[in-house]
């Protein structure tokens, strides 16, 4: 098993940020790495030049990350040359290839969702073959299979997730200040590092986040660290 010591804190990212308030939001309450959904089909999306806009109100070490839905990656690439220091986030249907190739092969980090069928059927995925096919991704993220491409605020069955992945997970899908915990005590030795993804967990409306939640939710990850 690869477990992961004790002391080991988990790192947080708030996703499908809009607007400016909620960006200060996530900074103050301690947020490591804020989303934004360059998706047109999202209630969440931004241009670009948006999420340059809203990236350059980051302090020094936190990571704006661009998410990507089947983007052209001549288009993707371009996106992460605009964002100073951002990472990628591919959440659509990107062979590995499709995402070197889009990150300028190797010039910016990336994380690849992997979409977790809902239910039983969430047996059936191989997470472990996953990871190995993506092996150049920084991290895997884990998020519900559903109709659209995330920000649905629906759980997976942790349980059925494999005990042991040799790669750096993210847990997103459902999260929100009451269930994180539970998730970061399944999931805290099954990986190299864990980290939290939440979005609508937090949210006044769909791209609204709510400052209170935001600062819950950090609050309730950083309880669970000392616990685990």
Known sequence: MIAAPSTARTRIKICGLTREQDVDAAIEAGADAVGFVLYPASPRAVTTQRARELASRLPPFMTPVLLFVNEPAAAALEALQNVPGAMAQFHGDESPEQCWEATGRGAHRFMRAARIPLGTAGAGFDLV????????????????????????????????????????????????????????????????????????????????????????????????????
């Not at 995330?150 to 999260?175: E, I, Q, R, T």
């Open 129 to 228: 073959k996953y990871a190995s096919d993506y092996s150049r991704a920084q991290a895997i993220l884990l998020d519900a299979h559903v109709e659209a491409y995330g920000g649905g605020g629906k759980a997976f069955d942790w349980s059925l997730l494999p005990p042991a992945v040799d790669a750096h997970l993210v847990l997103s899908g459902g999260l929100a200040p009451a269930n994180v915990g539970d998730g970061i005590r399944r999931l805290r030795t099954a990986a190299k590092s864990l980290a939290v993804d939440v979005s609508s967990g937090v949210e006044a409306a769909k791209g609204i986040k709510d400052a209170a939640k935001i600062r819950e939710f950090v609050a309730a990850v950083r309880a669970a660290d000392a616990l685990t």
